[in-house]
C-alpha cells in the first residue's frame, strides 16, 4: 500500500509498516492539516493518521483522495496498532480504500464514503 503518514504516527509504526511491504512518506513536521491533506492527495497516497479532525468529512471529502485510514487503537500500543492494521489490510485491498474514510479500532473498522 502507498501511505502518506501523519507526523503523529509513531517511527516504529513507519518502520514496521515498511518491512511489511508498504511504501511510507512521512509528513514534515509541523505541516498543518490543511496541507498535509493536499500532500497526501498531490501525491496519490493513502493518509494515515491519528488526527480525528480527519473525520470531519466536510472538511477532508473522502471522495477525493486516494482513501485516509485514522487510527483509533485503544491503547495506542505498537503491537495493538499493528495488529489492526494488519487486518485491515488483509480484507482491504488499497484499490477499495480509494475514496473512502476508514476509521480503525480495536475491535474492527468502519469505512464512509462520505
Known amino acids: 500500500m502507498h501511505l502518506f503518514a501523519?507526523?503523529?504516527v509513531k517511527g516504529r509504526l513507519v518502520k514496521w509498516l515498511r518491512a511489511q511491504g508498504h511504501e511510507v512518506t512521512?509528513?514534515?513536521k509541523?505541516?498543518?492539516n490543511s496541507h498535509l491533506w493536499q500532500l497526501a492527495k498531490?501525491?496519490?497516497r493513502v493518509l494515515l493518521t491519528h488526527?480525528?479532525?480527519f473525520l470531519n468529512t466536510?472538511?477532508?471529502p473522502p471522495a477525493?483522495?486516494?482513501g485516509v485510514i485514522v487510527l483509533r487503537v485503544l491503547p495506542p500500543t505498537l503491537a495493538n496498532q499493528q495488529e489492526a492494521l494488519r487486518q485491515f489490510f488483509a480484507e482491504l485491498p488499497e484499490a477499495a480504500l480509494s475514496?473512502?474514510?476508514a476509521e480503525l479500532a480495536r475491535e474492527g473498522f468502519e469505512l464512509r464514503t462520505t
Open 30 to 32: 509541523g505541516v498543518k
Open 51 to 53: 488526527d480525528t479532525d
Open 99 to 101: 475514496g473512502t474514510l
Open 42 to 44: 498531490a501525491s496519490r
Open 6 to 8: 501523519d507526523e503523529n
Open 26 to 28: 512521512v509528513a514534515p
Open 58 to 60: 466536510a472538511l477532508y
Open 64 to 66: 477525493v483522495a486516494s
